[in-house]
C-alpha cells in the first residue's frame, strides 16, 4: 500500500510517499480503506519537534531520538471503510463507513489502517461516520471536535456565560466556536483578518482581529478564556476573566510557568489536561452533525501525493478551520 513514511524530525521534506506492506487486523481490530486524513498544526509540530524541551525531550524518549524509530507513519484522523474484521469484532462489519482517530499510534496518513474495536488509553477510537458529511468532512471532527468538546465540558460552559475563544480560525477553534454556542454561551472568537468572516458564518457572536487590536484593551470580562494556541499571556489577561473563571489551555508550552503561578496566586481555574477522546464523544459528535447543529470548515485539500505541500500550507498559520487529504 502507498503510505507517508516519517523518516527524520525536520522541515515537511522529511516526509516521503513509499510503498509498504499492507497492514493485516489482529482478532480485536478492523481494517479500514482510508478515504480521507488531515494535516494538524499538531502534525506539524510533532514532525519538526520544534518545541519547547520539556515537550520535545520526552517525546524523543518515547518515539526516537534521531528520528522515529517507530510509528514512521505520521497523521492521527481518519474516515473510511471497514474492509476486514477480527474474529473477535463485535460492532463493525465490511462496509461500515467510519470515522475515526489512530491517537498516538499515529499511521491514518495511508491507504489502509488496523485499529482496535476497543481503543486503550492512547489510541482514538472509531465509530459510524455521520450520514450528512463526506469522508473528507468526517476525517476532520475526531482531533478538532473531540478536543474542542473535551476543553469545553472541563471547563464546564453554562447557557448565558461568556467565552472568548483566542486561535478560533483553526481546527479546534472552529469547533470550539460552533459547540460554545450549542451550549449557550456567548462566543468571542480571536483570529487573524482573513478568518473572520468564516468565523462570523459559523456563529461567532464578536470577531476580534488580534492583528488590529488586543482584546485584553477592550475591557470586556468573560467566564472563560480558552487558548487554543497558546499565545495569549495569563498575567496581562487576568483582568478579562471573571475572579473565579478559568483559563482552558490547548497547547500550553511556554505558559506552563504562568499556568502554575496563577494557580497558586489567583482563584481562576487554569485547565491544561490532554484531552483523551472517547467512542461516545465522536458518537455524540455525529448526532450533532447530523442534527445540523454542527460542521465542519475546510479550507483546502490536498492528494496524499502532495502531503509535503499540504504540511507547508498548514505551516504558514493561514489555514481556516483544516486541511484535508485524499487517499
Request: with cysteine; charged share 25%; aromatic share 8%.
Amino acid at each position: 500500500m502507498k503510505a507517508v513514511v516519517w523518516t527524520k524530525y525536520g522541515p515537511p521534506e522529511v516526509l516521503q510517499l513509499q510503498q509498504v506492506e499492507k497492514p493485516v487486523p489482529k482478532d480485536n481490530e478492523v481494517l479500514i480503506r482510508i478515504f480521507a486524513t488531515t494535516v494538524t498544526a499538531g502534525d506539524c509540530e510533532l514532525r519538526s519537534l520544534k518545541l519547547p524541551i520539556y515537550i520535545s525531550l520526552p517525546i524523543r524518549i518515547w518515539i526516537g531520538f534521531r528520528k522515529p524509530r517507530s510509528n514512521t507513519i505520521p497523521g492521527t484522523e481518519l474516515a473510511g471503510e471497514i474492509e476486514a474484521v477480527g474474529k473477535d469484532v463485535k460492532l463493525f462489519k465490511p462496509g461500515d463507513q467510519v470515522f475515526g482517530s489512530a491517537g498516538m499510534g499515529f499511521g491514518a496518513n495511508a491507504e489502509y489502517i488496523c485499529l482496535p474495536e476497543q481503543p486503550g488509553e492512547m489510541e482514538g477510537g472509531v465509530a459510524i461516520k455521520p450520514a450528512n458529511m463526506t469522508y473528507e468532512e468526517s476525517a476532520t471532527v475526531p482531533f478538532g471536535g473531540r478536543d474542542a468538546l473535551h476543553f469545553l465540558r472541563l471547563g464546564n460552559i453554562q447557557s448565558g456565560q461568556r467565552i472568548l475563544i483566542n486561535g478560533a480560525g483553526g481546527s479546534i477553534g472552529t469547533y470550539a466556536v460552533q459547540l460554545a454556542k450549542y451550549f449557550g454561551a456567548e462566543v468571542t472568537a480571536v483570529d487573524s483578518t482573513a478568518k473572520l468572516e468564516m468565523l462570523r458564518s459559523i456563529g461567532a457572536d464578536q470577531v476580534i482581529d488580534y492583528t488590529q487590536e488586543d482584546f485584553v484593551q477592550r475591557g470586556e470580562i468573560y467566564d472563560v478564556i480558552f487558548d487554543v494556541v497558546g499565545k495569549i499571556s495569563l498575567s496581562r489577561s487576568r483582568k478579562s476573566l471573571k475572579q473565579n473563571g478559568s483559563y482552558l489551555l490547548a497547547n500550553p508550552g511556554s505558559q506552563l510557568v504562568q499556568a502554575l503561578w496563577t494557580r497558586v496566586t489567583t482563584n481562576r481555574q487554569v485547565i491544561l489536561e490532554t484531552a483523551s477522546g472517547t467512542i461516545e464523544d465522536l458518537n455524540f459528535l455525529r448526532e450533532l452533525i447530523e442534527e445540523g447543529k454542527i460542521r465542519t470548515v475546510i479550507d483546502r485539500g490536498y492528494p496524499l501525493e502532495q502531503i509535503v505541500e499540504a504540511h507547508r500550507y498548514v505551516e504558514t498559520g493561514q489555514k481556516k478551520g483544516n486541511v484535508v487529504v485524499t487517499v
